[in-house]
């Protein structure tokens, strides 16, 4: 049984404190796993690659195997049907044109007293992108994270794809051939991101990892920081409803149950205003899942991690939401934009009872590749900005320096850094 909560309950504060500590994302005996991983593939290279894969997903590939040839790649892709061909094309190209309008302009002015201050914005020049592939195959993930790369202008990027048993699902391909990939290597979990970050004699280092995946994609991330860049940790998926009375029971719970046929500790909540509607919707999670095999996931990840949360008002429910910071927010009430100035930390906000939120997951144009683990206090979805960064320019003129000068010689003073001030009082011959 999900858990079922009250705001109004005496006993409301402790439990939901438990929700939002409860235990999907990495265990220090997944850190701990991933941390040997990484030391290993630093150390041997292609060999630990292959070894850990051939372990982990029965994948029988060698170093000579590990990358997809262009061959293998335009097989695949010739493989998929014309409408899965479509469909993707659909979704490349709206998510091409929502990004194409994240791109950051360069600035640059001249002050009162004659300086020149300005930003201007370079692209990232590789960057590996991971694409899950363990429980599920992931097609759109291919297109979420490459397009906005391509968009950003990056000259290289190097795509990894776990296969599980040596199967992958074609769409992933055709969907890498449709977003312009070519470099694609048949490698997952914490040996793919520990390959990116530090290079093997087959796949040359990137300066940036980005892309979702589960708890060992995510900790590898967290371990791989500093030596590479990385977008943020993008893991197991969650779901916030918020619905008032207005809401569809049916719709609500194929929601809820969407987001938990993610599995691997995928999370999807419920806060209403409407205790019946609580109801409603329990009743028809229970009868939608009755329809699904006895094994399905969905069913484990609504049970061990799903919850129902009735409240007096919507000021509470988005209050809540504001500590959940889940990755998706729904917002199934009647007036959805009412609510959207006071939900402050979500990955992204779906509007009313028509947006649900897989379709955001595929064609919608924003970015599925969002802040989970209530990184969204913090962090943002995968864009445009995660691709590029920004380098600022400064120039002076003699007249400008001279304006600027005491004052900066006085903090190098203050720094007892007398080689900065010397460096600016010999160009003015003080
Ligand atoms: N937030 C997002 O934008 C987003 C998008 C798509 C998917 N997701 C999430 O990504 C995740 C995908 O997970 P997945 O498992 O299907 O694929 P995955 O590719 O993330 O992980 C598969 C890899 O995990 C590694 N692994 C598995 N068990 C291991 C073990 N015991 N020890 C060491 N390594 C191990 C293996 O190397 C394997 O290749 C899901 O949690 C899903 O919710 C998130
Ligand atoms: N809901 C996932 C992001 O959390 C993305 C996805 C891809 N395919 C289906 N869903
Ligand atoms: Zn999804």
Redesign the pocket.
Known sequence: MPLRLDSADTDFEQRFSDLLAGKREASQEVGD?VAG?IADVRKRGDEAVVE??NR??KADVSAQTLRFTPEEIAAASARVTPEVRAALQTAHDRIKAHHEKQKPVDHVYTDDIGVTLGSRWTAVDAVGI?V?????S?PS?VLMNAVPAHVAGVKRIAMVV?T?NGHYSPAILAAAEIAGVTEIYRI?????VAALAYGTATIPRVDKVVG???A??AAAKRQVFGQVGIDMI????EVLVIADGSANPAWVAADLIAQAE?????QSILVTTDPGLADAVAAEVDRQLSLLPKQSIAREGWEEFGAIITVDSLDIATELANRIAS?HVELAVDDPQSLVPAIRHAGAIFLGHHTPEAIGDYVGGSN???P?ARSARFASGLGVLDFVKRTSILGCTPSSLSALADAAVTIAEVEALDGHGRSISIRLNR
């Open positions: 796993v991983i850990l894969t982990f997903d991971y899950p592939g363990g429980l599920a992931y993930s776990p599980p997952g979990g914490a040996q793919a979702p995946g589960n060992y994609v993008a893991g197991p998926s993610h599995g691997g500790g995928a990755e599925h590749v969002l989970t």
